[in-house]
């Protein structure tokens, strides 16, 4: 196993100004999770500036980022581009206590990240809470071959967006549902406020 950063099993805030992790690989049974950053047990992983994490591999799920029971704020221009995993290819959360959320003046984005499973951008499961407030999340470009070319919500996750620009823009799920967006067994979809979300130009080869 590779992997250029690693925050596991510590309790702690990382704030990462300027970042950039590139090509790093997780693989191997119990440890393919995470291929760029891999977090969890109450961590909380702050990507500010022009943070990038890109281009990296996981053999499972989070191809950029996995998360278990903690927290991934996106501010500024914070990228998760050009990841590959079975399932969340830019960014997994399987946890209840495990959240995505962006600051009010975010430009954060989330492109041209691939799952060969679900979830292309972001893949949920475990009841874990994406909470976008403010700011504006970019989804584009994302693919899965199977369900949720941008997200993919299983297992009761849910995806909220309260006065937050939330963007879904050119994803595909190639031989499943949700181009955009999928949601699975009892997932929910909550959008709040004044700003409107844009989903538009998303392709599914089944539903949605």
Do not use: W
């Not at 927290?71 to 990841?83: C, F, I, Q």
């Not at 955009?180 to 998303?202: D, H, M, Q, W």
């Amino acid at each position: 196993m590779r992997r250029n950063f690693s925050c596991i099993d510590f309790i702690a805030v990382y704030k990462i100004p300027i970042l950039c992790v590139v090509n790093a690989q997780a693989s191997g049974p119990g440890t393919g999770m995470g291929g760029g950053i891999r977090i969890r047990s109450g961590s909380t992983l702050i990507l500010r500036g022009r943070a990038t994490v890109a281009d990296n591999v996981a053999e499972e799920k989070g191809g950029g980022i996995a998360a278990g029971a903690s927290t991934v704020h996106l501010e500024d221009k914070a990228t998760v581009r050009g990841n590959v995993a079975k399932s969340g290819g830019g960014i997994f959360g399987e946890s209840p206590t495990g959240k995505l959320t962006v600051a009010r003046t975010a430009q954060a984005r989330i492109v041209e990240n691939s799952a060969t499973k679900r979830g292309g951008g972001i893949y949920a499961e475990g009841k874990s809470s994406l909470a976008l407030s403010f700011g504006s999340v970019v989804l584009r470009a994302n693919r899965a071959q199977f369900d949720g070319g941008g997200v993919a919500l299983d297992t009761g996750s849910s995806l909220s967006a309260d006065n937050c620009t939330l963007v879904v823009i050119s994803n595909v799920a190639v031989a499943g549902d949700g181009g955009g967006l999928a949601l699975f067994g009892e997932a929910s979809l909550n959008i709040t406020g004044s700003t409107p979300a844009v989903v538009r130009n998303n392709t599914a080869g089944g539903r949605g």
